[in-house]
Nanobody
Framework: VQLQASGGGLVQVGTSLNLSCVASGVTFSTDNMAWFRQTSGKMREFVIGIDSSGKMTGYADSAKGRFTVSRDNAKNTVLLQMNSLKPEDTAVYYC????????????????????WGQGTQVTVSS
């Protein structure tokens, strides 16, 4: 199983950035997925999730109104579109596959995911 995240970079405040995550070795079309982010010294933080049909499963307050998630099951890809970026969005962003049968509460916790991408760095400069 491999999740390959890409698209990170250095951007200016207020701009947009799209991240992608390509999955291999999994039955992607039946998997719920999510994006997390992590900054140095802090726990991995849930950003936004999407179910197998493309419906959003949840999002962090920090993502509300600015981030959207989508997927293309034909390409085994999940996308994170980030708009109006802020310096506090600076982090390493990870895509992850949700464990089967977890609760709504577990969905926002890192323990609720069994496979992770390698992370892609997003730096928002003011």
């Amino acid at each position: 199983v491999q999740l390959q995240a890409s698209g990170g970079g250095l951007v200016q405040v207020g701009t947009s950035l799209n991240l992608s995550c390509v999955a291999s070795g999994v039955t992607f079309s039946t998997d719920n997925m999510a994006w997390f982010r992590q900054t140095s010294g802090k726990m991995r933080e849930f950003v936004i999730g999407i179910d197998s049909s493309g419906k959003m499963t949840g999002y962090a307050d920090s993502a509300k109104g600015r981030f959207t998630v989508s997927r293309d099951n034909a390409k085994n890809t999940v996308l994170l579109q980030m708009n109006s970026l802020k310096p506090e969005d600076t982090a390493v962003y990870y895509c992850a596959r949700e464990r089967k049968g977890i609760s709504w509460f577990e969905r926002s916790k890192a323990d609720g995911y069994d496979y992770w991408g390698q992370g892609t760095q997003v730096t928002v400069s003011s």
